[in-house]
């Protein structure tokens, strides 16, 4: 992702997150921290950015930040296709483990990241602004934690 993404990326994420959507401040700030701590991806097709994805890794550790499609692209895998760099990204950067937060209302969200080897680890409560908790989940990298897809 590039700030020339960001007008593309920030109406994805007004759509997708209409309650708790981050500015485009926001955006342009983990941006701004890139490479140290942050790798940011999107997905194009035909031309139209139609999805992107985001994480945060320091030492052994990484969270995913966000992950949003379109809803036209939802269940094509574009997801999967997202979350499948992110955590190429977390094992070229050493992590051990990722984390992520995901609404409890996401059902589908939920289950790619139960196929992709993420286990559940508890909930935060009124977690997001309109009051929805979130499950907390982690996915280990270490050896003997294999590929998910």
Do not use: C, K
Request: aromatic fraction near 6%; glycine fraction near 8%; charged fraction near 25%.
């Amino acid at each position: 992702m590039t700030v020339a993404d960001l007008p593309s990326v920030v109406e994805i994420e007004r759509i997708t997150f209409p309650l708790d959507a981050w500015s485009e401040a926001m955006l342009r700030g983990e941006l701004d921290d890139q490479p140290r701590t942050r790798h940011y991806v999107v997905a194009v097709v035909d031309d139209e950015i139609v999805g992107y994805a985001g994480l945060a890794a320091a030492a052994d550790q990484a969270d995913v930040q966000t992950i949003a499609v379109l809803a036209g692209h939802r269940r094509s895998g574009v997801g999967a296709a997202l979350l499948t760099e992110l955590l190429a990204e977390a094992v070229r950067r050493g992590a051990s483990e990722v984390f992520l937060e995901v609404r409890s209302d996401n059902s589908p969200a939920q289950a790619m990241y139960e196929r992709f080897g993420f286990e559940r680890l508890g909930v935060r409560r009124n977690y997001y602004d309109d009051g929805t908790d979130a499950i907390t989940m982690v996915r280990n990298l270490r050896e003997g934690a294999h590929e998910h897809a």
